[in-house]
């Protein structure tokens, strides 16, 4: 083996070329040629690349140095072996090499195993292990040639492997495959050639193959869990890095372990475990690079008077730093400390007069001293530069200028400043381009306070409720610090659930029934064994009497006409003529049940919800078996927003139609009519499609009731078909807005239906749908004030407010006392937020003593917008006490919170409005926006 002659013709050493992973090189337990050094086996360089200490007879200084490095005593025993430099000048040296490199002392480690090999240049483990240092110190020429004539005498696996890894950080990666293959063949189950592979496959690129090598390792040491970590890295798996450094870090707690803990971090936005990451390097290194990153961590982490001092002494040392001033503006920023920030830019800029700095400088004139013009004049007189661009483009913002703005950005490179995104962000939300605006927030550094309120508000404009929370709670589990800047303001974007209207069709099970319940003929003898039912199970045969004698006289038979008279009209949508009979009917018949029942129906079509319900509920005072009377009102309370008094309706429907089953043999169909649409009304379509379908009927009321069980319990819009053929009053208009409701092709023309309650109800889904009107002259309905106020809310919800004030004046002109004048103008002017008028309709509501749930909810986004905070929290309280099922109460207290910056409040209060009310967002009219930079 001629090392000797490789070593006269190494003229230069290559520089070291750092890679990504640790090689294991040359961890080789071996004895010379001639078997007179025998190496000792130890748990020390076992897991390490280079080979054991080696022994020499009768010499004492090596033998107990020996003793004491076994002890793990390399300082003791590099003494003793100092002291067999007398005997075994090669092999002392040797053993010092190997204590040296266990001790850390790379450089010390390469000189005595240089001095081994030139006191016996047949040492053959001396050139192994002088070969592992020179590969590690990058002198990877003179590696290759001891290597190649170890290679000459014996092309082990292992040595294999290791001329593969010089070639390998040479980038001779064809030269190094051969090698592998090579090692692989001649020695597959060795854990060095198998580690030493993967470490080759992970360094190609070759992860998963690499990860699954090591992982199934018997037992690993620093080398293999350091680049588990690095591999685990770079496949953005982060938990499974740390957890493998962490591993590292118990063999050997080094330098490059700390700095890729500090990166997973990083990668993981747990700053304040970056910190404690670069906390340890920096006091393993004080490299200034390590402390900006330290002092950037702990501001991230809300360790701001620590961060701060960081940068106070990197300033100190290095005063011409750029971005060392602008690390510590941004921590005096969020500490609060203004003017302190102000000074600090100033200072730098006026120390460097960079562009960088300059613009920093002109950004804080501008937020927080308002100094527009001085800037102005600060930026145009700049050469042009990205930075001087960045600064022209904020000031437009600042101006109110986008176009200019947008132009300006267009001339800067991305990576001048993290600003840069900051402003295409809030150009977009200018222009509620929002999910534009999100993709590009994304892009703003996480710690600056725009990176919080512009997430926030693209997502509550785009109703992502989910990501919105996400986002919350990753703000409150890194415990952000959020500034109040920048300034959040609110809009009115006007929901159609917020609007009062008459005419109103989502596909809600009283939405249907509005639709399908009818008037209520009399026939004499009909009525007589009916009412008598009801009667008698109410024991008034006192009244039983009464009747008796009426239906004698002559005004309860044409009483009996005119009802019937009221209930053809109202068959053929003539509304106000039917209530004309209808009242004339009732006056004669003495409070009727049926015609109360029947004036409060016609009410209910001319969209006079309120009055209807009165009248439904005299019939139920005057014979509380008339179901059909608990139906019509229980449709008023979900209108009015007592969704559980609806609830309560129908259940006694259901109890009382139990008590008549009971009592007779034959029921009227009415009754099983009414029961089964109770039975719906509280969800119980099983027991509906369970009942009808055992009796199989031939009476169309009942199969049509099936149809609309089985549509609502989930069977498919196909179901609707079957009320084609109107077995129940207006079924094919019901088929339509339904078929409308699932987008499916409606079988009647707009422009040929003369109901106006359905009329109504279909444009409303129609607005709903496309923010289009069709099929409505406004000519037909001059006087009519319900409709007006219809048209006005149409108009509103379409964006048009000039179309809208026309209504609303009409409405004026028709009935200047109509409460809902006042009601929709609030609403109206609170859009427009015109707050003088606003607070003028506000007044004459109130004098005119108005109550209900639209006015309440409205007086809470009048005083939200118009911002009074007691005033306001009075009026939620109030809100949430008469409506504890209407989220609307708790949706503006979440407003105040956001107000006020309460974020844990606001991200509860999100989670139980979901739980309750699901994406509450959909139908909440606020839309946030950045008021300024």
């Known amino acids: 083996m001629n090392i000797s002659a490789a070593r006269a013709v190494l003229k230069l050493y290559s520089p070291y070329l750092a890679g990504f992973f640790l090689f294991l090189v040359l961890a080789v337990i071996s004895c010379s040629e001639e078997e007179r050094i025998k190496l000792i086996e130890d748990n020390f360089t076992d897991s390490q690349p280079i080979s054991g200490v080696a022994v020499a007879e009768q010499d004492q200084g090596i033998e107990e140095g020996n003793n004491l490095f076994l002890q793990g005593n390399f300082e003791q025993a590099i003494a003793k072996y100092e002291e067999g430099l007398k005997i075994n000048r090669s092999v002392a040296f040797y053993n010092m090499g190997v204590s040296y490199y266990l001790l850390g002392d790379i450089d010390k480690s390469e000189e005595y195993f240089r001095k081994s090999i030139e006191e016996d240049p047949k040492f053959t483990e001396g050139y192994i292990n002088l070969a592992v240092v020179l590969l590690q110190t990058g002198k990877l020429d003179e590696a290759e040639l001891y290597m190649a004539e170890l290679l000459k005498d014996r092309a082990s696996g292992k040595l294999l492997v290791n001329m593969a890894n ?35 496959l992970l360094s190609i690129g070759e992860f998963e193959s690499g990860i699954k090598i090591i992982e199934g390792l018997e037992y690993k040491n620093y080398t293999d869990y350091f680049n588990l970590g690095t591999a685990y890295f770079r496949t953005d798996d982060y938990r499974t890095s740390v957890a493998n450094l962490h591993l590292a870090e118990k063999f050997n707690p080094t330098e490059e372990v700390y700095e890729l803990l500090a990166r997973n971090f990083y990668m993981l936005k747990s700053y304040a475990e970056e910190a404690a990451a670069l906390k340890k390097l920096t006091d393993m290194n004080k490299d200034r690079d390590y402390r900006h990153r330290y002092a950037t961590a702990l501001f991230k982490s809300g360790s701001l008077n620590t961060a701060h001092e960081v940068m106070t002494g990197l300033l100190a040392e290095y005063p011409q730093e750029t971005a060392y001033y602008i690390t510590d503006y941004n921590i005096l920023l969020a500490l609060g400390e203004y003017r302190q920030a102000g000074e600090l830019i100033l200072a730098g800029f006026r120390a460097i007069n960079d562009d960088a700095l300059m613009y920093m400088y002109a950004k804080h004139s501008l937020v927080y001293e308002n100094k527009g013009e001085e800037v102005r004049r600060l930026v145009f007189s700049r050469a042009p530069s990205p930075y001087v661009s960045l600064a022209s483009a904020m000031y437009h913002i600042y101006s109110g200028s986008m176009l200019p703005a947008q132009k300006l950005l267009d001339q800067v490179p991305p990576e001048t400043d993290n600003d840069y995104y900051v402003y295409r962000a809030y150009i977009m939300m200018k222009y509620r381009n929002y999910n534009d605006a999100i993709r590009v927030g994304d892009l703003i550094d996480d710690f600056k306070p725009e990176y919080f309120w512009y997430k926030t508000v693209n997502l509550w404009n785009t109703k992502k409720l989910t990501e919105l929370k996400v986002h919350l709670n990753d703000a409150l589990t890194r415990d952000l610090r959020i500034s109040r800047h920048p300034q959040i303001a609110l809009h009115l974007d006007p929901v159609l659930d917020d609007m009062n209207f008459s005419y109103r069709f989502n596909g809600d099970f009283e939405d249907i029934l509005s639709t399908v319940l009818y008037p209520l003929l009399i026939e004499p003898d009909e009525m007589l064994s009916f009412v ?18 009426l239906q004698k006289s002559v005004r309860f038979s044409e009483g009996i006409a005119q009802n019937n008279k009221g209930v053809t009209l109202f068959l053929a949508y003539a509304y106000q003529d039917a209530l004309r009979e209808f009242t004339q009917a009732n006056t004669l018949l003495g409070n009727n049940p049926y015609t109360l029942y029947n004036i409060g129906l016609v009410n209910l079509a001319m969209g006079r919800p309120e009055q209807a319900e009165k009248f439904f509920d005299n019939s139920i005072l005057q014979n509380r078996y008339n179901f059909p009377a608990y139906l019509a009102k229980a449709v008023c309370m979900k209108m009015r927003g007592d969704a559980n008094g609806a609830y309560q309706e129908y259940n006694l429907v259901r109890d009382r139609a139990e008590d008549v089953r009971d009592d007779r043999e034959k029921v009227p169909n009415i009754i099983y009519y009414t ?53 129940i009053f207006r079924g094919t208009s019901l088929r339509d807005l339904l078929a409308l409701l699932e987008n499916k092709e409606p079988v009647q023309n707009p422009d040929t239906i003369t109901d106006r309650f359905y009329k109504f109800m279909r444009a409303y889904l129609q607005v709903k749908k496309s923010k289009q009107l069709t099929g409505i002259d406004d000519d037909d309905y001059i006087n009519d004030n319900v409709i007006l106020k219809e048209l006005f809310y149409y108009q509103v919800y379409m964006g048009d407010s000039r179309r809208a004030l026309y209504y609303l004046q009409r409405l004026n002109n028709v009935d200047f006392r109509y409460p809902e004048l006042y009601k929709a103008s609030l609403y109206y002017f609170i859009w427009l937020e015109d707050f003088v008028n606003a607070e003028a309709s506000f007044s004459a509501l109130e004098n005119l003593g108005y109550q209900d749930r639209y006015f309440d909810y409205y007086k809470m986004l009048y005083f939200l917008l118009n911002y009074h905070d007691q005033r306001l929290m009075n009026h939620i309280n109030n809100y949430m006490t008469k409506y504890p099922d209407d989220f609307r109460g708790a949706a503006i207290r979440l407003m105040v919170a956001l107000k006020s910056d309460n974020i844990r409040m606001v991200y509860n209060e999100m989670g139980e409005l979901e739980a309750k009310s699901g994406n509450f967002l959909l139908k909440l009219p606020l839309e946030l926006e950045i008021d300024g930079l």
């Open 166 to 200: 010089i070639y390998l950080r040479k980038g001779e990666t064809a030269r190094a495959t051969v090698l592998y293959e090579e090692a692989l063949k001649k020695d597959g189950k060795s854990r060095f050639v198998m580690s030493n592979y993967a470490y080759f």
């Open 532 to 549: 008598a039912l009801g009667y008698k199970l109410l024991q008034q045969d006192d009244k039983l009497l009464a009747l008796e004698e």
């Open 675 to 727: 029961k089964y649409l109770a039975d719906m009304g509280v969800g119980d379509y099983r027991r509906v499609i369970e009942d009808i379908g055992k009796r199989k009927p031939e009476d169309g009321f009942l199969r049509a009731l099936l149809t609309l069980s089985e549509y609502l319990s989930g069977q498919g819009a196909d179901r609707l078909e079957d009320l084609r053929s109107d077995r």
